[in-house]
């Protein structure tokens, strides 16, 4: 057998390949589909233990019927009560067989996979780990077609094994000094801290110090005694008050500057709303505020925290400023009066941010006004509100607010694009804040003091 990367011969029973430590190809394994065992004419232990309880009862009662012994009272007592007590006996073998095993674990979102993953990380559960990639890569090779590609859960579990397992061995072979198909096998079923693979440790570390992503309805402003419609007379001056409450998101992934996305402050406390994909990943967030005229500004920038989780089915995550209080919160829509069809409004943040002004001290918000074009509702949670107005990269998180009240009635999300022949069109759309009322906020009346 030879390596499918170097071509190099493979020992007999190798994982690994000695030369350039790729691993070595197997016959797939087909997962298991029952937890019941199946014997060689495909009839299961159960299934035929139940046939031959059936076959005897119909025989006893032939039988019985033959003697006409129903007639006698005892007789019936002791039946009924031997019938009942095979029921129940039945009941806790099925039960058992049912429960026995291992639980095959169904994954619903690649959070899930993650947080297996690491669960096995944490425990020091190499033998685990083992065993989900070497299934994985079993999969990978038999169906490449149905896990090399797509973000179904079953395919992103797939991969994200494969590439656990590399950075895995790689972290072993390098405390081993050796290539990873020579690291002993018995030392797989431990894993030591030093041999966790640097993201899922940062992610074992930050799993301790989560924060939930929910924030008390007291805490919100919604006030409709505050709300003030935007014209075309207090544009300007609307935008500017409005401004000091959205915030240029500055986004870290792998030690370096990722991108530019934008939020906005909800609470006095801190939080911020945005959008998931912007802060997907994230190693570290800085929210930037730019608040001309206030002391020590116009430019005062804040660490923030992720918490968790984010929602990526409605795309939108919540933040909060770590240091501070006694922030400006933008005063929002309640979830009984959504955005209504054709309603104006306007969009503020911070389209193409450091390539705009490089200077990022002086870089000032954009604002796009438009108007609802159409509410498409696919499902409970696939609302999207599409806009006649502008939007932009950076745009992602911005607060989309009517005009008609001066709140904000969702979060921007980005564009549905439609490549032709010699122009690519695009609808802008937005998430209704319907959404976070639903899945962000917890108990209480909402507040009505900013």
Not at 139 to 149: S, T
Not at 248 to 267: H, K, M, N, P, Q
Not at 406 to 422: A, E, M, T, Y
């Amino acid at each position: 057998m030879k390596c499918k990367n170097c071509g190099a011969t493979l020992d007999e029973g190798a994982l690994f390949c000695r030369k350039c430590g790729t691993a070595a190809p197997r016959e797939p394994e087909p997962m298991p589909q029952k937890r019941v065992r199946q014997r060689s004419d495909g009839k299961s232990r159960i299934a035929e233990w139940f046939a031959k309880c059936f076959a005897w009862g119909k025989d006893r009662f032939e039988r019985i019927r033959q003697a006409r012994i129903w007639k006698n009272k005892r007789f019936l007592t002791v039946s009924g009560a031997a019938l009942a007590l095979l029921v129940v006996l039945i009941v806790v073998i099925v039960s058992a067989a049912s429960c026995g095993g291992k639980t095959r674990i169904v994954f619903e979102t690649s959070d899930d996979v993650i947080a297996a993953a690491i669960e096995a990380l944490e425990q020091g559960d190499g033998e685990r780990l083992w065993k989900m990639t070497e299934t994985s890569e079993q999969l990978l090779g038999a169906h490449p077609e149905v896990f090399g590609e797509g973000d179904s859960p079953e395919a992103v579990m797939q991969r994200y094994y494969v590439q656990l397992a590399d950075d895995f061995y790689t972290r072993m072979a390098e405390r081993y000094g050796t290539e990873p198909g020579a690291i002993p096998p018995a030392e797989y079923a431990h894993l030591e801290p030093e041999d966790v693979p640097e993201r899922e440790s940062r992610l074992i570390g930050d799993t301790e110090k989560k924060l939930p992503a929910q924030v008390e309805a007291s805490q919100l402003l919604v006030s409709a005694e505050e709300a003030a419609p935007i014209t075309q007379e207090n544009t300007s001056a609307a935008k500017a008050q409005l401004g000091h409450s959205v915030m240029l998101l500055e986004v870290t992934r792998d030690g370096s500057v990722a991108g530019y996305g934008t939020g906005f402050v909800i609470t006095r406390e801190g939080h911020i709303l945005t959008c998931e994909h912007v802060v997907n990943g994230a190693e570290s967030v800085r929210a930037r505020m730019y608040w001309p005229g206030l002391p020590g500004g116009p430019v005062f920038w804040f660490d923030c925290d992720v918490l968790y989780p984010a929602r990526k089915d409605v795309d939108m995550a919540l933040l909060r400023i770590r240091d501070g209080s006694g922030f400006v919160p933008l005063n929002l829509r309640d979830a009984e009066h959504p955005v209504g069809d054709a309603e104006n409004m306007m969009v503020l943040g911070y389209p193409f941010a450091a390539e705009l002004n490089p200077d990022l001290t002086k870089l000032v918000h954009n604002h796009f006004i438009g108007h609802v074009s159409s509410i498409q509702n696919a499902g409970e949670d696939s609302e999207r509100c599409y806009q006649s107005g502008e939007g932009k990269a950076g745009n992602s998180g911005s607060p989309v607010i009517s005009m008609l009240d001066g709140r904000v009635v969702g979060v921007f999300d980005g564009s549905k694009l439609q490549k032709g022949k010699s122009l690519t069109e695009e609808m802008n759309y937005f998430t209704s804040i319907r959404l976070f009322w639903k899945y962000f906020v917890t108990g209480g009346e909402p507040g009505g003091q900013a």
